[in-house]
């Protein structure tokens, strides 16, 4: 989890505007912190209903039900989290619009078709 937080944090503080970057901050520790409160309760559901899936000692009981359920859970994650990104519209940033200027600038005459 903190390795994925780096880029997270960043990519929210681009994106977000100036007014805007405290809240969006909060919102993205909270969303962190939502979801590690949903995988508690997700355990505490799945030992719940079916006891065999997460068993109290792990040597007696069928484990990987519950990873095959985790790993559904990711797989439509990662389906959801597919759409966003192709449908997202990325906000250059002030800096971010500086260092194509400079590029240009900075580019020999008949090499501006080169640019990227």
Avoid: H
């Avoid at 944090?9 to 520790?29: D, H, P, T």
């Avoid at 359920?69 to 990662?78: A, N, P, R, T, Y």
């Avoid at 250059?92 to 590029?103: G, K, P, Q, R, Y």
């Amino acid at each position: 989890m903190p390795f994925l937080s780096i880029p997270g944090l960043e990519f929210a503080y681009s994106q977000s505007s100036k007014n805007l970057r405290g809240v969006i901050m909060g919102v993205f520790l909270a969303m962190s912190g939502c979801g590690m409160f949903l995988s508690n309760a997700l355990i505490s559901i799945v030992s719940s209903l079916a006891s065999d899936w997460y068993p109290e000692n792990i040597n007696t009981g069928s484990l990987e039900s519950f990873f095959f359920l985790i790993s559904g859970l990711m797989l439509l994650d990662c389906v959801i989290f597919l759409v966003l990104a192709f449908r997202y519209k990325y906000v250059l940033a002030e800096n971010d619009l500086s260092e194509v200027e400079v590029t240009k600038s900075e580019t020999p005459k008949g090499e501006e078709s080169k640019l990227v």
